[in-house]
């Protein structure tokens, strides 16, 4: 495909990536459209190319419905080495798994993408845009029904980070009330995500004006005393 230009060479994945869908159940294959959907209207919003994001969604869940052996098996041809948690619920590894396939059988090398489809499931600490357009859009398409999901579309459209934040607390505020086993991925993707929010606004997620005055005065020394807005006098 060397007369393609990239553009073209990622709408020809997207073609295969379809036709793959079609294989899928008809629930699974609603949640796909509704992510392809919501990754295009989410990278139009952060000047991401919409392209990109479309076939970071045709793909991410090409093999959510692979066998449990088959993910193991083609994980471990890959040298994806799965934890103990992995190794219980081998789910887990349908991104990673399908990012490597799509490499290793169609040739699809941006690495972009294939960092957004290894880590939808449980993010990952420092996620790039892409990642968190798909991080975020997988939790809020249209067809995603659960208490709060209104709200979350709605942080989603003003602050990916933010969206990121919530999605990741609600995911293990679920995955404690139903008893399952969590990820530490997971847990790690949380606690990032909530420094870099915290970063941007200072700390205490009400204003910004210490960080971003020790930034511009030499010397100041941030991270003393409290801001005010905090509920400290003074
Ligand atoms: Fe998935
Ligand atoms: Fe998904």
């Known amino acids: ?4 230009t990239p553009r073209e060479r990622l709408e020809l994945w ?3 990536a379809r036709e793959m869908a079609t294989h899928l159940s008809p629930m699974r294959r609603a949640h796909v459209e509704g992510v392809v959907q919501t990754c295009a209207s989410l990278c139009r919003r952060f000047d991401e190319p919409e392209y990109r994001g479309r076939l970071a969604a045709w793909v991410h869940d090409l093999a959510r419905e692979w066998p449990a052996e088959r993910l193991l098996q083609q994980a471990e041809a890959f040298g994806i080495v799965g934890d103990d948690v992995e190794r219980e619920m081998p789910f887990l590894l349908h991104g990673p798994v399908i990012a ?3 490499r290793q059988e169609w040739g699809l090398d941006d690495i972009e993408i294939l960092k957004a489809v290894a880590n939808h499931t449980t ?3 420092g996620m790039g845009r892409l990642e968190l357009i798909l991080y975020v859009a997988d939790a809020i398409e249209p067809g995603r029904s659960f208490a709060g999901v209104e709200e979350l579309r709605r942080l989603a459209s003003d602050d990916l980070e933010r969206a990121a934040l919530a999605i990741s607390e609600s995911m293990i ?3 404690l009330g ?3 086993l969590i990820h530490p991925q997971t847990l790690l993707t949380r606690n990032d995500l909530l420094r870099r929010v915290r970063a941007r606004s200072g700390g205490n997620g009400v204003t910004g004006w210490k960080t971003e005055l020790a930034q511009s005065v030499q010397g100041w020394r941030a991270g003393r ?3 005010v807005g905090d509920g400290n006098p003074g």
């Open 225 to 227: 005393g409290k801001e």
């Open 178 to 180: 139903a008893g399952l």
């Open 123 to 125: 993010g990952r600490p």
């Open 173 to 175: 505020h679920y995955l």
């Open 14 to 16: 997207e073609a295969r």
């Open 100 to 102: 490597a396939w799509v």
């Open 1 to 4: 495909m060397d007369y393609a």
